[in-house]
Structure formats: structure tokens, C-alpha cells
């Protein structure tokens, strides 16, 4: 493994050099500067040295990287890590990727530039895998909801097939047949798990989806508005929609407003998540309750045993999602 001499001796600086570029702590020129990070990458010398001081030397700071902390969802998680920082004296370092890979990345390197004591991610990125941390192998980590799933980390996770299966069987209770689907991202296990739960409920009550029932969405406003326009220019339409996410919903509720439509009364609709703003849409939307504050409060204990004991078993903590009726759902 390289040592900071080995740096310095590729560099042709001296190792008080490299410690300056490493930590900012004194001007070294660009030309200098770019000679000290070449030599780094080329022997993967910074980011295991940077991983390393996280074990030796604690900060009682953590880092989040989230895609965007804008979105209700994700702003109602983060609070909840923000209140388990406050109660237990840690700070928060939060970055925003907006979906970006290069930001994501250069997010990091300044998280590890600050020797944040570990990081909780909860990012979107459908292309990004366990490889996007190699170069970081000593870093705790913890997945909270909505990441790679094949990245070796803790995992705090919805149980998104059970509560897409309670949307739909909510739907089929109030004595809807004819239901669609509006998904998320395919391809992303939130999205996923959610449309298998809504698929295994249709099938437990032996009731058929056109495909042309169930559209993709992308878990944003426009998304949900796109696909309710598109539903709605269906020859035979769906009498309810159970919507993957509350962004969504609040997008095809829009749809169904231009459209002169009125729900719960020509159609039922059933989003997820439950963020604050369900409460305040007309009509209140029924979801299903991510319990986000929980979630966020326990990727922090979970962070910080990881940190305390590095070498135990990965754990995937599961939560229970539940149903909150309010008026966007009605029997027929």
C-alpha cells in the first residue's frame, strides 16, 4: 500500500507538500498541486489514506448525499437524520447530487476532505453500483431507501411490496375492478417492489391489468401528470390508479383536473410515501405511510453502530408501511 513518501517521491515534492494539497491547509501552486493528485491517483494513495482517518479519528460529523433535498420526500427523511444528529451531538454535512455522477463523486471527496465519520446515501442514480465506492473501502456506509443495492452497506429500507399490495387491495375493497398503475423508474427496487405489490394483489383477486393500464412515471410532478394524460385518452380507462409516489399523484391529480374530472367520484386514486403535503391536496390524498422521520433517525444509530463496529454482519432493516384513507378514494 502507498505511503505518503511514495507520493512525495512521484511528485518530487516533499511529504509536508502532499499534506498541504491533501488538507488545503497552506497555497501549493496549480502546477504543483496537479503533479501531488497525479501521483495520488496513480497510486491510490488519497482515498484509502482519507478512509483510514475516519477509523482513528472521530469528528461526531456525518455526511448525506441525497438527489435532491427539495423533494418532500426526501426533505421530510433528512429531518429525521437531522433531529437524531441534534439529540445525539453530531453534525450533518449535506450534499445534493441532483442525479449528477460527477457531482455525486466530487460530493464525496469533499465529505472524506472533511473526515465526516461516515455517510448515509440516498441517491436515485440508476447507473451507479458498489464500484462507485471502491476507492473508498473503509468508509461506513448506510442505504437509506434509495440506492445500490449491491453496494456492501447497511440497508434501512420500506417494505415497498407490501405497501404497494395495501394500496391496491384498499382499491379492490372499495369494490374497484378495473385499477391501473402508475409506477416509478423500472429498474429501480422502490419502483419495482411497489408494481410487484400492486400485481400480486390484482392476481390474489384474480382480476386482469391491460398493459396499457399500467404506465411508467419517474417519481416527479410531470411524471404523474404525463401518464394520468396518457390513461385518460384510453379508450376504456381505469375506474381507479394506484400512483407509486405522492410527487406523482399530486402531477396526475393536475391531469384529472384539466381533464374536467372529479375524484374520488369518476376515479380513485391511491399514492405513496405520505409526505406532508397529502394532507393539504384536493382532495386529501390516501397513501401509504413511509415512516420517513423513523427512517431517518434509524439510518443514523445504524450508521453509527457500523462505525463503532465495522467488522459486524451487514444488516437490511426493513420498515412496515401502513395505510392512511382520506378522500381521494371511494367505493363504487
Given at each position: 500500500?502507498?505511503?505518503?513518501?511514495?507520493?512525495?517521491?512521484?511528485?518530487?515534492?516533499?511529504?509536508?507538500?502532499?499534506?498541504?494539497?491533501?488538507?488545503?491547509?497552506?497555497?501549493?501552486?496549480?502546477?504543483?498541486?496537479?503533479?501531488?493528485?497525479?501521483?495520488?491517483?496513480?497510486?491510490?494513495?488519497?482515498?484509502?489514506?482519507?478512509?483510514?482517518?475516519?477509523?482513528?479519528?472521530?469528528?461526531?460529523?456525518?455526511?448525506?448525499?441525497?438527489?435532491?433535498?427539495?423533494?418532500?420526500?426526501?426533505?421530510?427523511?433528512?429531518?429525521?437524520?437531522?433531529?437524531?444528529?441534534?439529540?445525539?451531538?453530531?453534525?450533518?454535512?449535506?450534499?445534493?447530487?441532483?442525479?449528477?455522477?460527477?457531482?455525486?463523486?466530487?460530493?464525496?471527496?469533499?465529505?472524506?476532505?472533511?473526515?465526516?465519520?461516515?455517510?448515509?446515501?440516498?441517491?436515485?442514480?440508476?447507473?451507479?453500483?458498489?464500484?462507485?465506492?471502491?476507492?473508498?473501502?473503509?468508509?461506513?456506509?448506510?442505504?437509506?431507501?434509495?440506492?445500490?443495492?449491491?453496494?456492501?452497506?447497511?440497508?434501512?429500507?420500506?417494505?415497498?411490496?407490501?405497501?404497494?399490495?395495501?394500496?391496491?387491495?384498499?382499491?379492490?375493497?372499495?369494490?374497484?375492478?378495473?385499477?391501473?398503475?402508475?409506477?416509478?423508474?423500472?429498474?429501480?427496487?422502490?419502483?419495482?417492489?411497489?408494481?410487484?405489490?400492486?400485481?400480486?394483489?390484482?392476481?390474489?383477486?384474480?382480476?386482469?391489468?391491460?398493459?396499457?393500464?399500467?404506465?411508467?412515471?419517474d417519481f416527479e410532478?410531470?411524471?404523474?401528470?404525463?401518464?394520468?394524460?396518457?390513461?385518460?385518452?384510453?379508450?376504456?380507462?381505469?375506474?381507479?390508479?394506484?400512483?407509486?409516489?405522492?410527487?406523482?399523484?399530486?402531477?396526475?391529480?393536475?391531469?384529472?383536473?384539466?381533464?374536467?374530472?372529479?375524484?374520488?367520484?369518476?376515479?380513485?386514486?391511491?399514492?405513496?410515501?405520505?409526505?406532508?403535503?397529502?394532507?393539504?391536496?384536493?382532495?386529501?390524498?390516501?397513501?401509504?405511510?413511509?415512516?420517513?422521520?423513523?427512517m431517518g433517525a434509524?439510518?443514523?444509530?445504524?450508521?453509527?453502530?457500523?462505525?463503532?463496529?465495522?467488522?459486524?454482519p451487514r444488516q437490511?432493516?426493513?420498515?412496515?408501511?401502513?395505510?392512511?384513507?382520506?378522500?381521494?378514494?371511494?367505493?363504487?
Amino acid at each position: 500500500m502507498a505511503t505518503i513518501k511514495d507520493v512525495a517521491k512521484q511528485a518530487k515534492v516533499s511529504t509536508s507538500t502532499v499534506s498541504h494539497v491533501l488538507n488545503k491547509t497552506r497555497f501549493v501552486s496549480p502546477e504543483v498541486t496537479l503533479r501531488v493528485e497525479q501521483a495520488m491517483k496513480a497510486l491510490q494513495y488519497a482515498p484509502s489514506a482519507l478512509a483510514r482517518s475516519l477509523k482513528v479519528k472521530e469528528t461526531r460529523t456525518l455526511g448525506m448525499l441525497v438527489t435532491s433535498s427539495a423533494n418532500p420526500f426526501f426533505a421530510e427523511v433528512v429531518q429525521g437524520v437531522e433531529q437524531r444528529c441534534f439529540e445525539l451531538g453530531y453534525s450533518l454535512a449535506l450534499c445534493n447530487t441532483q442525479g449528477d455522477k460527477k457531482r455525486l463523486t466530487s460530493n464525496i471527496e469533499m465529505l472524506l476532505q472533511k473526515r465526516v465519520d461516515g455517510i448515509i446515501l440516498m441517491c436515485t442514480q440508476l447507473e451507479l453500483g458498489a464500484h462507485i465506492f471502491e476507492r473508498y473501502p473503509n468508509v461506513p456506509l448506510v442505504l437509506a431507501d434509495w440506492g445500490p443495492q449491491d453496494m456492501l452497506a447497511d440497508v434501512i429500507q420500506d417494505g415497498g411490496q407490501l405497501g404497494g399490495q395495501l394500496a391496491t387491495e384498499h382499491l379492490i375493497a372499495l369494490g374497484h375492478r378495473h385499477i391501473g398503475c402508475i409506477t416509478g423508474p423500472l429498474g429501480r427496487r422502490a419502483a419495482d417492489e411497489r408494481l410487484a405489490g400492486f400485481k400480486t394483489a390484482m392476481a390474489n383477486a384474480n382480476l386482469t391489468v391491460p398493459d396499457e393500464w399500467v404506465c411508467e412515471g419517474d417519481f416527479e410532478l410531470a411524471g404523474g401528470n404525463i401518464a394520468m394524460s396518457r390513461l385518460l385518452t384510453l379508450p376504456q380507462r381505469p375506474s381507479a390508479v394506484f400512483i407509486a409516489n405522492d410527487m406523482m399523484a399530486a402531477g396526475a391529480l393536475r391531469a384529472l383536473a384539466d381533464a374536467n374530472m372529479t375524484v374520488p367520484e369518476q376515479m380513485s386514486i391511491v399514492g405513496y410515501d405520505n409526505i406532508e403535503l397529502a394532507h393539504y391536496l384536493v382532495p386529501a390524498l390516501t397513501s401509504i405511510e413511509q415512516p420517513k422521520a423513523v427512517m431517518g433517525a434509524l439510518a443514523v444509530d445504524t450508521l453509527l453502530a457500523r462505525i463503532k463496529q465495522p467488522d459486524s454482519p451487514r444488516q437490511v432493516l426493513t420498515l412496515k408501511p401502513e395505510l392512511v384513507i382520506r378522500h381521494s378514494s371511494q367505493g363504487i
